[in-house]
């Protein structure tokens, strides 16, 4: 059993059942994107709030209880999410299928985070757009959520490089305050960007 599959295995939503604020206040970046791919994905909050927004969402994750609890709480919000098993790290993923993707907190050790973030970007069609908050490197002395290691943590530059051979639409790194959950919650620092493919 993986780490994540155990640490969803319960009643309660560990990051609650509410969107990531940045996927919320900037959810019309999407708004003529029809089909979404939710990477990452955990138990559904941000999957679910685009499906009610009228999204084609299928939701990623290698947590068979994260996407257990995204299809419950689809049924509870009256929508649907299609959701898939996957590893991002090993499992292909469709390519040039999706009109966007998204990601919130993925964490992946940072010698695999520039091929992850390839595959997300693979799997959107060109022109599609791809959205993502991630927890900086300096996000290791909060303490409010994500990794307790740097080499699991992003850098912003290097995440600005690889950003530019698309067209930038947002970019953003800084304090921004969270609530999401019991794990989440507090002063925090990320990386925000959503790019044009």
Known sequence: MNTWHKRFDTEKYMY????????RTH???LNEHAT???FAEGEGRNAVFLAQLGHTVTAFDYAQSGLDKTERLATKNQTV?????????????????FDAAIMVF???????QLNVLNKIANSVKPGGRIMMELYSTAQITYGTGGPRDTDWLYDA????????????LHFF???????EGELHTG??????????K
Do not use: M
Not at 16 to 22: A, R
Not at 87 to 93: G, K, M, P, R
Not at 157 to 167: I, V
Not at 187 to 196: E, G, V
């Open 173 to 179: 790194t800084g304090e921004v305050e969270r609530s």
């Open 106 to 112: 993925g964490h992946f050790y940072q010698d695999d």
């Open 16 to 23: 609650g059942e509410t969107p990531n604020e940045f996927i």
């Open 81 to 97: 999410v299609t959701t898939k098993l996957t590893d991002l790290l090993t499992d292909d993923v469709p390519v040039a299928q």
């Open 157 to 168: 530059k290097q995440l600005l490089d690889w950003c530019a051979q698309y067209k930038i």
């Open 27 to 29: 959810a019309g970046y």
């Open 187 to 196: 002063l925090a620092h990320t990386i925000q960007f959503i790019i044009k």
């Open 36 to 38: 979404i791919a939710a």
